[in-house]
C-alpha cells in the first residue's frame, strides 16, 4: 500500500471525514464513466490546487448538477416496472454497484 493511500484509509476513520469520503467516493463513480475524460481530471486537479472554488463555478456546478440528476431520473424512470425474469441458461445478471446521489439545497 502506498502512503498516500494508506493515509487516506487512516484519515477515513476519523468522525470528522465524511466530506472525505463523498468526494472520494463522487471521484470514484466519476472515473467510471468514460465521459469524465483526461480535460475534466486536469480541472478538478487546478481546483484542487487553488483551494475553494469561486462563486461563478459553483453556481454553474449547482445548475449542472440539477440537469444530471434529472437525466438519471428520467433513466430511472424508464426502466420496467417489473423485470423479466433470466432464461436457465442465462448467466445470473452482474451486482449492480450502488451510485451515490448528491443533494444540494438553493443557494
Do not use: K, N
Not at 3 to 8: A, G, H, K, Q, R
Amino acid at each position: 500500500m502506498s502512503v498516500t493511500t494508506t493515509e487516506t484509509v487512516f484519515a477515513l476513520r476519523a468522525p470528522g471525514s465524511g466530506w472525505l469520503a463523498t468526494l472520494i467516493c463522487a471521484l470514484d463513480e466519476a472515473s467510471r464513466d468514460p465521459d469524465f475524460d483526461e480535460y475534466h481530471r486536469r480541472l478538478l486537479v487546478q481546483l484542487l490546487r487553488e483551494g475553494a472554488p469561486g462563486a461563478a463555478v459553483v453556481a454553474a456546478a449547482h445548475r449542472r448538477m440539477a440537469e444530471f440528476e434529472s437525466v438519471l431520473a428520467d433513466g430511472r424512470d424508464a426502466l420496467p416496472a417489473s423485470p423479466a425474469l433470466p432464461s436457465a441458461s442465462a448467466p445470473p445478471p452482474a451486482r449492480q454497484r450502488p451510485s451515490l446521489s448528491l443533494v444540494g439545497g438553493s443557494l
